[in-house]
C-alpha cells in the first residue's frame, strides 16, 4: 500500500503574533485574506484589487451546469457579506469579473469517491479579470470558495481583494463529518446549514448516522411501521423529499451522502415496528434483563426483511459507499443469543453449536450476500468491531473510531491496513466531546480526548491508506448547539485533512488564518462558537432578539 502526497513550494505572508497576557496570542491576531484550509501552493503578490460588489461577476465560461450556475448564485452574498447596494461608497472596482473554466462536462449524478477537486485560481494585480481552471466542476466550487477568502473588508461596506496565485488539490479523497441524528432529532434546516458549512471548509462527505437504538426517523415506505413506530413521534421523522432534499443540497456543493444502518446491534428502535426482529435478552440467571438491541438472525424472516429494507434505502441513497455499523455487540451476542434459549436452540440448528462468534460471522456472511443482490457493488464499511473480531469480509473499509491515545490509534490504523483494508478514522476527531480551553490545536498525549488534537491528529502517523471523518454524536447534542459545537473546531480537521501537513505542522501559526476565518463564517450569518482564547471578530454574532 502506498500513499502519494503532492509536495509543493509554499509563498505567503507572514504575520508576527506578539505574546498577549499569559503568552496568548493578540485578540486581533487575524491574517488578511488568508485562504482555509491552506492550499497546497499559494502566492501572494503586492497591491490588492477594489471590487464592487454590484458589478463583479463570477462567470462561467461554458454556462448551463446547475453546480456552478448555482454556486454564482450564492457566493453573490457569501463572498461579499454584509454588502449593501444603498450605502456603498466605494469605486467601481479594479476587479470586474472571474472566469471558470471546467474542462470536463457538467455530470448529472452525485459526486462519487474519485471525484478531482483540484483547481488553479489566478488574480493578478495586472490584471481585472481573475481565472479559475478545474478539470472537474468540483475542483471550480473548492477554487471559488477559494476566491471568496481573499475578499476582506478594510472598512465597513467597502471590499478588496488580495492578490495571488493558487495552486491546490486535496489531500485525502474522503473528508466527512459524521452527524448522528436518532439519539436527537436534527431538523432539515440544520442539515443543510452544516452542509454549507463543510463545503465552506472544503468537506466532500456527510455521513448519515441517521437511526441508532433511540430513534428511527428514516422514513421506510416499504416498512412504514418501522418508521411510526420507531421515531419518536410523527414530528421526528424525515420524509422522503426530506431525504431528497439533503442529497441534492449536498450534491450542488461537491458533498457525498453516505448513509449509516448500525447492524446487528443498536436496533432496538427498529423491533418496535418489525415483530421478533430483535431478540429478547436474558441475565445469566434466566431473566429478562436489558432492552433488545440486537437483530435476531437465527430466523430467516429477519433476512428477508434485511433484503427488503435495504433493497429499498440502497436505492434512496445513491452513493455507492454505504456504512453498515457492527459495533458494541459483545453484551447484546451474551445476553441477547447465548442467554436466550430459543435463539440458542435455533444456532444448533444453523450448525453453529452455542458459539456466539460464530453466529455473528454467519450473520455478515449472508448479511453482505443480501446486499450484493439488492445493488452488486455497494461499497460496504464498518465499525472496526467487525474486523477485530476476526469477522472473514474482504473488501470492506474499517471505520476506526477507538483509542484513547495516538500510540493506540495508530496501532488500530496499522492492524487494520496490514491486512489489506482501507479505514476511515475518527478517533482523533470525536466533536461532541466537551473540554476546557482551546481543545482544537494541541494533544493531551495521556488521553487526547481530554483535551483534543483535531489540528495536531496527522493521520499519517502510521504505514498505510486511508480516509478521514469527523464525528459528532448525539447524546447531547441537538439543533441547538449542533453548528456551534461542530464549528469552527472541524475546521481544523478540515485542515488537515486537505493541506500538505509539511506546511500546516503548527497550531500556533495557523491560529491567525483561522480566525479571520472563523470571523467571516460569523459575518455570513452562522453561529460558530469562538475556540481559542481572549479574542474579538471585526463584526460580532448579533442576533437580534425580539422583547417581550
Not at 468540483?138 to 471590499?159: M, Q
Not at 430467516?300 to 455499523?325: C, I, R, S, T, V
Request: charged residues 20%; hydrophobic residues 35%; contains cysteine.
Amino acid at each position: 500500500m502506498q500513499i502519494f502526497l503532492l509536495c509543493t513550494i509554499f509563498f505567503t505572508f507572514f504575520i508576527t503574533i506578539n505574546a498577549w497576557y499569559y503568552g496568548r496570542a493578540e485578540p486581533n491576531a487575524w491574517t488578511t485574506g488568508g485562504v482555509w484550509p491552506l492550499p497546497w501552493q499559494i502566492t501572494y503578490f503586492p497591491g490588492n484589487h477594489t471590487v464592487n460588489p454590484s458589478l463583479f461577476r463570477l462567470q462561467a465560461k461554458t454556462p448551463g451546469c446547475d453546480i456552478i450556475d448555482k454556486a454564482i448564485q450564492r457566493y453573490r452574498t457569501l463572498a461579499f457579506p454584509g454588502f449593501n447596494a444603498a450605502t456603498y461608497q466605494g469605486d467601481q472596482g479594479t476587479l470586474t469579473s472571474i472566469i471558470i473554466n471546467v474542462a470536463s462536462s457538467c455530470p448529472t449524478g452525485v459526486p462519487t469517491f474519485d471525484m478531482d477537486e483540484s483547481y488553479s485560481l489566478s488574480v493578478t494585480s495586472a490584471n481585472g479579470i481573475g481565472i479559475i481552471q478545474a478539470n472537474q466542476v468540483w475542483g471550480a466550487l473548492r477554487a471559488i470558495e477559494t476566491f471568496s477568502h481573499l475578499v476582506f473588508l478594510p472598512k465597513d461596506n467597502v471590499y478588496m481583494v488580495r492578490t495571488a496565485n493558487v495552486t491546490d488539490k486535496a489531500r485525502f479523497p474522503w473528508r466527512g463529518i459524521m452527524v448522528d441524528t436518532s439519539r436527537h432529532f436534527i431538523p432539515v434546516g440544520t442539515l443543510l446549514q452544516n452542509l454549507d458549512l463543510m463545503a465552506q471548509n472544503k468537506m466532500n462527505v456527510f455521513h448519515w448516522h441517521i437511526v441508532d437504538s433511540e430513534a428511527f426517523p428514516y422514513p421506510s415506505i416499504r416498512y412504514p411501521d418501522i418508521t411510526a413506530k420507531g421515531a419518536y413521534s410523527p414530528k421526528h421523522q424525515y420524509t422522503v423529499d426530506d431525504v431528497k432534499k439533503v442529497i441534492d443540497y449536498a450534491r450542488l456543493r461537491g458533498i457525498r451522502v453516505v448513509a449509516e444502518f448500525d447492524t446487528p446491534g443498536h436496533t432496538g428502535s427498529w423491533g418496535y415496528g418489525v415483530p421478533n426482529l430483535v431478540s429478547q435478552c436474558y441475565d445469566s440467571n434466566g431473566k429478562p434483563s436489558i432492552l433488545p438491541n440486537i437483530l435476531d438472525p437465527t430466523l430467516q424472516a429477519n433476512l428477508d426483511f434485511l433484503k427488503g429494507f435495504f433493497g429499498e434505502a440502497l436505492q434512496m441513497f445513491p452513493d455507492e459507499y454505504m456504512h453498515f455499523g457492527g459495533d458494541e455487540v459483545l453484551e447484546d451476542m451474551t445476553d441477547c443469543w447465548y442467554n436466550n434459549p430459543q435463539v440458542r436452540a435455533r444456532m444448533q440448528q444453523l450448525g453453529v453449536g452455542s458459539d456466539t462468534g460464530k453466529l455473528l460471522n454467519y450473520y455478515w456472511q449472508k448479511f453482505f450476500d443480501i446486499i450484493d443482490s439488492v445493488r452488486n457493488g455497494t461499497k460496504k464499511i464498518v465499525w472496526q468491531e467487525v474486523l477485530d473480531q476476526n469477522v472473514p469480509q474482504e473488501n470492506t473499509i474499517a471505520h476506526v473510531w477507538k483509542g484513547s491515545t495516538l500510540s493506540e490509534v495508530y496501532s488500530e490504523m496499522y492492524n487494520v491496513t496490514k491486512a489489506g483494508h482501507y479505514a476511515i478514522l475518527s478517533s482523533c476527531w470525536y466533536l461532541n466531546y466537551i473540554k476546557y480551553g482551546a481543545d482544537w490545536g494541541y494533544v493531551n498525549e495521556e488521553n487526547m480526548r481530554d483535551r483534543g488534537m483535531y489540528y495536531q491528529c496527522d493521520p499519517q502517523g502510521f504505514p498505510g491508506d486511508q480516509t478521514q471523518k469527523a464525528a459528532i454524536w448525539g447524546e447531547f447534542v441537538d439543533a441547538t448547539n449542533l453548528i456551534d459545537r461542530l464549528w469552527p473546531r472541524a475546521s481544523a480537521v478540515a485542515e488537515r485533512l486537505w493541506s500538505d501537513p509539511a506546511l500546516t505542522q503548527s497550531a500556533d501559526a495557523a491560529w491567525p488564518r483561522l480566525h479571520e476565518f472563523r470571523c467571516r463564517l460569523v459575518y455570513r450569518g452562522f453561529r460558530v462558537q469562538t475556540i481559542n482564547d481572549p479574542d474579538y471578530c471585526p463584526y460580532e454574532w448579533d442576533e437580534k432578539y425580539q422583547e417581550l
